[in-house]
C-alpha cells in the first residue's frame, strides 16, 4: 500500500514512542500528530522530522486537526491522562472515556476504511466505547489489548528456556490487566506443546511468570512515569502488518459477539483490519476465567455507557 497516510491522537510519551517506531520503519508516507496540546504537538512535529530527516525515512510528518486524522489509513489514539494525587482509578477511568469521546467525535465520519487502533486504557472498554461511536465495521476497529504482554511473555519465556522466542508461541488473552489470562495449554515451543519438551532443570513456574507479566508495566511506571518504548514498538508492529497486508496472528483486542464487548483472542491481521479470528484451544479454566472477565467488563460498560 504505497502512500499511507497515519494519524496518531495524543502524542505524549506513548504516541511520540509510537511515531518514533513508524518513521524509523517509514512503512507511512505521512504521519499526522494531533493533541490538545497544541504547544506540545508543534514540539514533537518538529523533534520528530528530525529523526525523518536523519534516518532518511520516507516519512513526513505534520499537525493536523481531528477532521483530517479521520480521514487518514490508520488512526491510533494514544490520548489519555495522567493519575492526580488523591484520585480513585475509577475518576481516572471516566476521564480516559471523555477523551476518547470527544476525540472519536471529532473524528467522525471517518474514510469508511479507516483503521482505528485505541491504546489509551483501559483498553478494552475504550476500544468498545470507540467501536460504538466510530460506527467503522467492527473488522476495522482494534485496540492494542495484550499484544504487549504476549511479547513479554514469550521474552521472559525465552530467555528462561534457552530458545530464541521467534520460536515460542504463548499467548496472553482476555481482558487486559488484572484479569488477563496466559493461554499456557496452548503454549508450544517448536511447534510441540511446552509440557512436552522442556526437560526437569528448565520447568517453569508459570503463576510466576505470568504475575510478571502483569505486573511489569506498573514496575515501569513506577520508575519512570510511561511505558512508552514498548508500547511504541507494538504499534509500529501493528501498522505495518496492516500496510503491508501481512496477515500475521497477534493477539489484540476486537468485538467478541457473544459478549458484546472487546477484549483479546488471536486475529489474523492484513490491510482491512481483521481479516479473520483465529480458534486457539483453551483449557476449561481458561475459558472460564476469559469468561467471567468478559462478563465484569460488559456489566461496566454498561454501567458507564449510561453517559455516553
Ligand atoms: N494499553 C496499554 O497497554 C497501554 C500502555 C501504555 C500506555 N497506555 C495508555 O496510553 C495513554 C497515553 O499514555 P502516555 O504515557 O503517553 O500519557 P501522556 O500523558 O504522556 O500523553 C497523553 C497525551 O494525550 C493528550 N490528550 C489529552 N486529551 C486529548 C484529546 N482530547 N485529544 C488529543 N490529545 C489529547 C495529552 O495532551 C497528552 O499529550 C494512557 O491512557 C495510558 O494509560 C496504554
Known sequence: MSGSRIAIVGVGQVGAAAAYALIRSSIATELLLVDINVSLR???VRDLSDVAYSCNSRTRVRAANYHEAGQCDIVVITAGSRHNLG???LEQVYRNISIVKTAVDAMTPFKSDTILLVVSSPVDLLTSLALKLSQLPTSQVLGSGTYLDS????GILADKTEVAAKSIDVFVLGVQGESQVTAWSAATIGGVPIDK???NEKTINRAELSNECKNRSQTIVRAKGATPFGMGSIVSSICSSI??????VHPLS????????????PVVLGKKGIVHTVKVPLDKDEDIQIADSAIALKVMIDQVSKNW
Open 243 to 248: 500496510v503491508l497486508d501481512k496477515h500475521t
Open 151 to 154: 511479547v513479554r511473555l514469550r
Open 87 to 89: 484520585e480513585t482509578s
Open 42 to 44: 508543534d514540539g514533537q
Open 254 to 265: 476486537h468485538f467478541q459477539p457473544s459478549f458484546e464487548c472487546c477484549f483479546s483472542l
Open 197 to 199: 519438551c522442556l526437560s
